[in-house]
Structure formats: structure tokens, C-alpha cells
């Protein structure tokens, strides 16, 4: 099987990995909400672990952080206002670091989250880690490429859940995490593999 150029490379768009110390972390709904329950995901622990590690590497690199949380209204799985919808305590927010809250998978859709990224003086590098994958991972990143930023996805800070194929079957949760991936290093950002590979 032949492997096709990313559509990157055929622009002649730039693949470096910027340096976490000169870029802007954006946490996208590290909540409780994909730990348990309903909407609990494959991989999540572990993710959210490398997620903690990546926020105190921006921190010690003197990176601005945003964290980003989703909110689904009262009663939901989503509920920012109840424990299931709070941001997990190994990567909660500090002081000065700002909490943006949407209500669509990309995270510039009808919030001010570049209102929040121009105040802070955010620079084009944006480092993004967070739940799911294959949705407001991949959609925010979309959204940062549209905005004219450079994404990069730490892919070990991500996680996602198995789903019902179209035609039948499942995709397992592992292979619709390869396919974000993908997707988001065709076009729209560089993915890291691990929070090592991102220098301070």
C-alpha cells in the first residue's frame, strides 16, 4: 500500500515542533466527565497523568495556559457547575490562568477564547492536549489552523472511546485515536507523540 504526502507537505507548511516555553498550552476538558460514567473513556487515566506532566512542564517553562472546559448545562454528564463536569483536580487551574467555556466541540466557536489568546499576548504556537481525540481535540486544532495559529497535539494527553461504525461493528477506541491524529497531522498541526518531545 502506497502512502500518500500530507496535504502539509504539499503546501510546504512547517512540521517543527515549537518549544513549550514559547507557546500557549490550551487544556481542552480534562473533566470528570471522561472518567466515569456514561461518557468515560479508553485510556483516560494515563492521558490525564500525561496531561498533568505537560502542565507543570508549560508552568516551569513560563507558558501562558488556558483550560478549556465544556459545558452541557445543568444535569448533564457536562455540568460544570456539579463534580462530573469539573475540570480533574491533577490539572486544575491556578491563579492567572484563564478558563474558557464553550459549548461546541472547536473551542473558538462562540466563546472568546481568541479575545483570551490576543490579551495574553499569544504568540502563533498553540500546544493542545485533552478529551477526545477525534472530537474537540481535533476540532479545536481545526479551529486554531482556520485562525491562522500553528497547533500541535501532544497525542500521549489525549484519549477517546470506542463507537459504533457506520455499516456495523465497532472502531475501537485505540484505531478512532490514530485516525484524529492523522487527521490533525494532514493539515491542520504537528502531533507530538509524548510530552518529552516537546523541548522547554
Given at each position: 500500500?502506497?502512502?500518500?504526502?500530507?496535504?502539509?507537505?504539499?503546501i510546504g507548511l512547517?512540521?517543527?515542533?515549537?518549544?513549550?516555553?514559547g507557546a500557549t498550552l490550551l487544556m481542552i476538558d480534562f473533566q470528570n466527565?471522561?472518567?466515569?460514567?456514561?461518557?468515560?473513556?479508553?485510556?483516560?487515566?494515563?492521558?490525564?497523568a500525561a496531561g498533568a506532566r505537560l502542565l507543570a512542564a508549560a508552568r516551569e517553562a513560563?507558558?501562558?495556559?488556558i483550560h478549556i472546559v465544556n459545558?452541557?448545562?445543568e444535569g448533564s454528564p457536562y455540568d460544570i457547575r456539579a463534580e462530573i463536569g469539573a475540570i480533574s483536580p491533577e490539572v486544575a487551574p491556578v491563579e492567572g490562568e484563564s478558563v474558557v467555556v464553550k459549548q461546541?466541540?472547536?473551542?473558538?466557536?462562540?466563546?472568546?477564547?481568541?479575545?483570551?489568546?490576543?490579551?495574553?499576548?499569544?504568540?502563533?504556537d498553540l500546544v493542545l492536549a485533552g478529551f477526545m481525540t477525534h472530537m474537540c481535540v481535533t476540532f479545536t486544532a481545526q479551529g486554531a489552523f482556520n485562525h491562522g495559529y500553528r497547533p500541535t497535539v501532544v497525542a500521549e494527553a489525549t484519549a477517546t472511546r470506542s463507537l459504533p461504525a457506520p455499516g456495523g461493528g465497532t472502531l475501537?477506541?485505540?484505531?478512532l485515536r490514530s485516525a484524529a491524529l492523522t487527521t490533525v497531522a494532514?493539515?491542520?498541526?504537528?502531533?507530538?507523540?509524548?510530552?518529552a518531545h516537546l523541548a522547554g
Open positions: 500500500m502506497s502512502v500518500s504526502t500530507s496535504l502539509r507537505d504539499v512547517d512540521s517543527t515542533l515549537p518549544r513549550l516555553g466527565t471522561y472518567r466515569t460514567g456514561v461518557m468515560a473513556l479508553e485510556g483516560a487515566e494515563p492521558a490525564l513560563g507558558a501562558t495556559v459545558d452541557g448545562g461546541f466541540p472547536d473551542a473558538f466557536h462562540g466563546t472568546d477564547l481568541e479575545k483570551v489568546l490576543r490579551e495574553r499576548g499569544a504568540g502563533a475501537p477506541a485505540a484505531t494532514d493539515l491542520f498541526g504537528t502531533v507530538a507523540p509524548t510530552v
